[in-house]
């Protein structure tokens, strides 16, 4: 499988809801004991077949449409009611990753190789055209986003030697639409994902895949503008992270092989996903540890 497969193909291979309230800090207390609905099959499939390696899907309740991203450049949504899928906007590009909606119904989205845009129903606006390997998106109730570049050294197709290198290149940035500015908030992260606000705005929880586990920035408070380990130990590397509207999060891991591949006397364990080409929605109940077992 080709590298840039594995950032693209990672859309909820299988998914993991937990609350975070209490605070959680090990995978055991993350891991449902539910035994009402365990398996794959509860899960719901939507649009299989129609889209090509999407990366990310963002929910906007008020138009009803789960929004998409795939990797021949459009930006798709999904309209629940009557299970249409629709190609709203093409963009030139083949290294769409995370997205986001904002409140105005526009779409801000991460380009790997280009920036970060916004595609609205006029066209496609740049925001940031330095920044690479942006991966994935929020926007806070005052329009200002918060994304994530997963590695300052190495490129989407050489995610793997980010990994095998195993030094933390990865950032969590701030775009401010009233300046048209970029800033970084942190670095510092081993090879940053998905990004998610909490529903008070208070952190952003940012996902830090090689680790297997989440890192929670804070915006508010007294411990405004710290880092602290929001969740770790999880049974997979983290991938994209979305909040739900009961204030927990869910997060899609990465499923995991672990594979030797001996290059330059290096031996590199690698993580890589299965491949997908649906959308899946998780119920949140499934027990990740079944998961894992029927995912191998
Ligand atoms: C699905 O519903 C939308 C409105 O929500 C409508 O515009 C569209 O034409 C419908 N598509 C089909 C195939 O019925
Ligand atoms: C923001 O600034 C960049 C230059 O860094 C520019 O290319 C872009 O067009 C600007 N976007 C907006 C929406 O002002
Ligand atoms: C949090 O800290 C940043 C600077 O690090 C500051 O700009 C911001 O206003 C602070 N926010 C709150 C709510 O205190």
């Not at 899960?43 to 129609?50: A, H, V």
């Not at 997205?99 to 779409?107: C, I």
């Not at 994304?147 to 190495?154: A, G, Q």
């Not at 909490?198 to 952190?203: G, P």
């Amino acid at each position: 499988m080709a590298p840039k497969s594995f950032l693209l193909a990672c859309l909820l291979a299988f998914t993991l809801q937990f609350f975070f309230s209490p605070p959680v800090s090990s995978s055991a207390s993350l891991l449902s004991t539910s035994k009402e609905s365990s398996s794959m099959k509860d899960l719901i499939k939507l649009g299989e077949g129609c889209v090509s390696h999407p990366e990310d899907v963002s929910v906007v309740v008020r138009k009803g449409a789960l929004y998409t991203a795939t990797n021949d450049g459009w930006v798709k949504y999904f309209i629940l009611h009557n299970e249409t899928l629709v190609n709203w906007k093409h963009i030139d590009s083949q290294s769409l990753l995370g997205l986001t909606t904002t409140k105005e119904g526009d779409v801000v989205i991460c380009d790997s190789k280009k920036g970060l845009f916004k595609v609205t129903e006029e066209g496609v606006k740049v925001l940031d055209p330095d920044v690479r390997f942006a991966n994935d998106v929020i926007d806070a109730s005052d329009g200002t986003l918060y994304f994530t570049v997963s590695s300052t050294k190495y490129t989407p197709a050489d995610f793997y030697k980010d990994m095998a290198e195993g030094n933390p290149y990865g950032q969590l940035l701030k775009y401010d639409p009233k300046s048209n500015q970029t800033t970084v908030l942190q670095e510092g992260f081993y090879f940053a994902n998905g990004v998610a606000l909490s529903k008070d705005e208070d952190f952003v929880v940012v996902c830090e895949s090689w680790k297997f586990r989440c890192r929670r920035y804070w915006l508010k408070g007294d411990r405004n503008g710290t880092l602290d380990t929001f969740a770790e130990n999880l049974p997979g590397g983290p991938d994209n992270i979305n909040l739900a509207p009961d204030g927990s999060f869910w997060i899609a891991l990465i499923k995991v092989y672990m594979l030797h591949i001996v290059s330059k006397g290096l031996i590199v364990h690698m993580s890589l996903s299965g491949f997908q080409t649906t959308l899946l929605l998780g119920n949140g109940h499934s027990s990740s540890e079944e998961l894992v077992r029927q995912n191998k």
